[in-house]
């Protein structure tokens, strides 16, 4: 595999941050979410899923001081922005909205990646466990 290919291939964790949810808890955070993506830009993502929640959930507690499990809302000063929820976090949306959301995707890249285009045959999906 050269550069170019290995480029190509190369499943960064920003790239699950990229199309941000429909909806928000508090204004914050939006601003929480850039602020991962920020943080997990050229970090490739882990292989297995268990490594992946802790990696989100050690950003996300170094980030604003709490487990996403622990927090049930909090203000923080540097994320305000406008509107009466400004500075506001909330542990629901991210423990029901966004964790889901970015979960769902870790595993839909994670099934797009068995998949391999063999010559003179369709593309097939190859099982992780059968490998």
């Not at 204004?27 to 990696?55: H, M, S, T, Y």
Request: proline fraction near 5%.
């Amino acid at each position: 595999m050269d550069v170019q290919e290995k480029i190509q291939t190369r499943l960064d964790v920003s790239d699950l941050f990229i199309e941000p949810p429909s909806q928000w808890g508090f204004r914050g955070d939006p601003i929480l979410w850039q602020r991962l993506r920020d943080r997990f830009v050229d970090i490739e993502q882990p292989k297995c899923i268990n490594d992946f929640v802790a990696l989100i959930d050690n950003a996300f507690t170094a980030e604003i001081g709490v487990g996403m499990l622990a927090l049930d809302e909090a203000t923080l000063s540097g994320f305000h922005s406008d509107g009466m929820s400004s500075g506001m976090i909330s542990g629901t949306f991210w423990r029901n909205t966004a964790l889901p959301i970015l979960l769902q995707r870790f595993i839909s890249t994670h099934a797009l990646s068995q998949v391999e285009d063999q010559p003179g045959k369709s593309i097939r999906y190859r099982h992780p466990s059968r490998q």
